[in-house]
C-alpha cells in the first residue's frame, strides 16, 4: 500500500478524514483534484449508493467544483473527530456544518419499478458535491452517535495522524501493512544494530 493511496476499510466518515495523511512535507490531500476525488469515489462506491451518479444513473465525474462541499464535510468531521480523541467538546460550528451540508441535499425515498417489484431507494438532488457532501455528513452523523465512537483509536506510528475504530483492543496501527509493518521494522532494527559499549 503507498503512503499516497487513500486508506479505506474504516466507517465511511473516517475514511474521509483518513485522506489528509501526513508526510515530511505535512498535511497531503489526497482528495486536492476533481481526478483524485473520482478515484476515492471508486473505492468508496459500494459504501456511497448512487449518490455520486448522474441523475439518470450514469456516472457523474466531479469537477472542481465538487471539491469544496466535500473538503468542508472532512473539516468539520475531522474537527469533532480530533474533539472526541482529545476528550473536549466537539465544535459547535462543525455540528452545525455537518447538519448544514446534510440539509442543503436530503435524501428522499425514490420509488421504482424494477420489472417485478416496487423498490425504494435513497436519492438526492443538486449538483454532484452537494450531493456528495450531504451523504458524507449522513455518514459522519451516523458515526459520532454510533456507541462505538468511545472506542476511537489515532494510529500510534510516529508521524500518523490515521484514525481507526479498532476492531480488537490491542490494534495500534491504521494498518498492518502501512504502520504496523514500518513500526516492526524499526524495532527490528535497532534491535539488530544498536552498538553494544563494552
Known sequence: MSESEPLTGEALALDLVNTRPLSGDGRV????????????LALEADRLGEDH????????????????????????????VQALLDGAAPPAAALRGLTEAQRAAPAVRELRWDGTSV???????????VRLA???????????TDPAIGRL????????????LPAHPRRRWCSPARCGNRA???RYYQRHNTVREP
Open 153 to 164: 483509536k489515532e494510529c500510534e506510528a510516529d508521524g500518523c495522524v490515521m484514525v481507526f
Open 119 to 129: 423498490t425504494a431507494g435513497p436519492r438526492r438532488t443538486g449538483p454532484l458535491g
Open 184 to 186: 516492526r521494522v524499526a
Open 29 to 40: 490531500d489526497l482528495l486536492g483534484t476533481p481526478r483524485q476525488l473520482s478515484r476515492w
Open 53 to 80: 451518479t448522474a441523475e439518470g444513473g450514469a456516472g457523474e465525474e466531479p469537477g472542481p467544483d465538487d471539491l469544496g462541499p466535500v473538503h468542508a464535510v472532512r473539516g468539520h468531521t475531522e474537527a469533532v
Open 134 to 144: 450531504a451523504a458524507l455528513a449522513e455518514a459522519a452523523a451516523d458515526l459520532l
